[in-house]
Structure formats: C-alpha cells, structure tokens
C-alpha cells in the first residue's frame, strides 16, 4: 500500500486499491445473505395479507349477522385475485433500480455464537459512537473530509478520512481503534447540516476478519475512472461498467483504477438501519428529496455532486 502525501488533490489512492461509493459492488467472502428481491415480496406479501385479512373480516361480519344472509368466505381464488391486484399496485420509488447484484447474493443472516454476539454488541456500540462523533457533514468537512464520489440514494454522501487508511481491516477481527478509524462517514445528503447514516470500512487483505461473526459480506469494485476536485473525488464514468484509459483521459486529471481493495457498509445509526442488516449495501432510508431513488445514468453523471435525476439530495 503506498502512503500518501497530506494534500487533498494528491490523496486519490492506493496503488490499485482505492474505494468510491458502491454503484456496482462484487461480493468477495463469506456465506451469502438474502437478496434484495424480498422487499418488494414483502411489501406485496403486506398488502396481500391486508386485503385478505379485510375481505375475511366482512365475510366473517355478513355470515354472523343476524341482519342479513351469510355468504361464503374467501376462497382460494379470491386469494390469487387479491394477490394479483397487489402485485399491480406496488411502487418501490425506484429502490429496486439500486440493486446492482450485491443483496442477491447475500441471502439469510448466518448464526453467530454466543461470544461473537457478545464482542459484536460491543462493536456496533463502538461504532455508532464513532458514526456519532461527526454528526453532521459540515462536522465532517471541519475535521478535514472531503467527498468521494457523488450523493446516491442508498448510499448517501461519502466523506473519506485519509488518516485511516492505516487502520484498514486485516485477517483478524477488526480492533476497536480499527473501527474507531473507518475509511469514510456516510451522509444522508450534500449539505452542512445532512446527517450521519453509516461508517464505511476497508480492507486490505482478500478475505478480513472484519466484525465478528459471519454476516459482515464485503464487495469490491473495478474500473473505476477517478477524477481529483477542489473538494474531493469525482467518478464521472460510474464503478464496475469496464471504463477505459481513453474513456477517463477524456476527464482532466482523470485515473483509472482496475480494483479495490474489500469494501463494506455499516448502517449503525438509528433511523438509518437496514432490514436487511446493519451490513447491507443499501440503506432505504437515504432517499431523494422528492422521497424517490431515482437516479440519473451513472456512467453520466460527470461532475454532479448528486445522483439524484432532479438534481437534489
């Protein structure tokens, strides 16, 4: 790994390992958790269940009154009606347009024994404290961050702390001056007062140790074209869509760097949480301002500080 100079147009990388907000992660270790495919299965399943549940009520009402006649209860295709109509009227505001492959693979949370349990309540403790300890981007910005990459729906804004690349994750389970160190505060927006919503972490082995237990599912990301800006770090070709030298020299400044190094999520904030787990890629609670994920091509996106299609966070 090599160590970089103190100024901020010169701290783009490592080598070949440098991270960027996730677009299009590769999972690389540990058994798989559910995929992002169940959210709107669950929310169908909800509102299934609701229109089943209300048309067993009016049923059940008709057929005990004394005032008027009985009528059969739902049947088996009154069900698969219900569930057809369901299926027409769910709207995920573009959630699903996210998923790039990440929480597919990831599927059920794996057991954790009882003393990673134990050291794990102890990590998350330590690391919403550390998520907190910055509670705003503008707190962020005074300590000496600066941005990678744009605002994302999902995401939310990255902002990289060059003083952790020393306390990157190794083999073993990741200390607590390891998590107190992440490699990036993630923003729920571009402003001074957006708030905090996760940590980020790095690595620099294949396969960390990370948090106890096995749940924690790193990603890494490819050809991914960098761009150094007054306040942080431009991707204007987007991660993981195969952009070439040519196509980043095209960017004044432009580097393209062919991997990461292991990369994770940690959505330890309240509000912030994910149902997938607090490992998820995405957090559902980092939106648009309209309240939608709708995002513009990311292999498009330039300069912009945000991904979002009608230019807000």
């Known amino acids: 790994m090599t160590v970089l100079d103190s100024r901020p147009e010169a701290r783009v990388g490592i080598d070949d390992e440098v991270f960027l907000p996730e677009l299009q992660p590769e999972p690389v270790r540990r058994a798989p958790r559910r995929g992002r495919g169940w959210l709107e299965a669950s929310i169908v399943c909800g509102i299934v269940l609701v229109l089943v ?20 209860l739902v049947s088996a295709a009154d069900i698969d009606n219900a569930a057809a109509n ?26 954790v024994s009882k003393a990673d349990r134990r050291l794990l309540s102890h990590q998350m403790i330590v690391a919403r404290e550390t998520a907190l300890s910055l509670p705003t981007l503008g707190d962020a910005e005074a ?25 990157s994750a190794g083999e073993g389970v990741m200390s607590d001056e390891q998590i107190r160190h992440p490699i990036a505060w993630i923003y729920d927006g571009t402003k001074a007062d957006s708030p905090v919503a996760g940590l980020f972490y790095q690595a620099t082995v294949e396969n960390p140790g990370g948090f106890a237990g096995p749940n924690d599912v790193w990603h890494k990301h490819k050809n991914i074209c960098i761009v150094p800006g007054k306040d942080g770090i431009d991707a204007p070709l987007g991660a993981d869509h195969e952009a070439t030298q040519e196509q980043c020299s095209q960017f004044p400044g432009g580097r393209l760097i062919p991997a990461t190094g292991p990369l994770l999520h940690t959505w330890v904030v309240p509000g912030y949480e ?20 709708n995002i513009v091509d990311i292999t498009k996106i330039g300069r912009r500080k945000t991904a979002c299609v009608d230019g807000t966070e």
Request: glycine fraction near 14%; proline fraction near 7%; charged fraction near 10%.
């Open 53 to 72: 549940a209300g048309v067993l009520a009016i049923g059940q009402a008709v057929s005990t009154s004394k005032a008027g006649p009985s009528l059969p």
């Open 86 to 111: 369901a299926h027409g009227t769910v709207q995920d505001r573009g959630f699903s347009k996210l998923e790039n492959g990440a929480q597919h693979s990831h599927a059920w949370e794996q057991p």
């Open 143 to 167: 300590a000496g961050l600066r941005r990678a990459g744009p605002f994302s729906p999902g995401l939310g804004t990255h902002m990289i702390a060059y003083n952790s690349y020393a306390y």
């Open 274 to 293: 994910d149902s997938q787990g607090v490992f998820a890629h995405l957090s559902p609670g980092i939106t648009c301002d309209d309240g939608t994920y």
